[in-house]
């Protein structure tokens, strides 16, 4: 998957949704990259579902 923006001071849903993935211990069910254009990248890599994400405190 990939979401656009990511990081943006307008797209806190987002922001906040990358911060729990990269919160939550993902193992081998996936990896996650943030590039240098804003993206979150999420690959899949196994067929297990992914984990129940963290609760993470709005951004201030």
Same mark, same amino acid.
């Given at each position: 998957?990939?979401?656009?923006?990511? /990081? !943006? +001071? #307008?797209?806190? /849903?987002? %922001?906040? &949704? /990358?911060? #729990?993935? +990269? %919160?939550?211990? =993902? /193992?081998?069910?996936?990896? =996650?990259? $943030?590039?240098?254009?804003? $993206?979150?990248? &999420? +690959?899949?890599?196994?067929?297990?579902? &992914? *984990?129940? =994400? *963290? !609760?993470?405190?709005? &951004?201030?």
């Amino acid at each position: 998957m990939i979401w656009d923006d990511y /990081g !943006s +001071f #307008q797209c806190e /849903g987002v %922001a906040t &949704l /990358g911060r #729990q993935l +990269f %919160a939550a211990d =993902l /193992g081998d069910v996936g990896r =996650l990259v $943030h590039n240098i254009n804003g $993206h979150l990248l &999420l +690959f899949k890599t196994g067929d297990a579902p &992914l *984990p129940e =994400l *963290p !609760s993470i405190p709005a &951004l201030a």
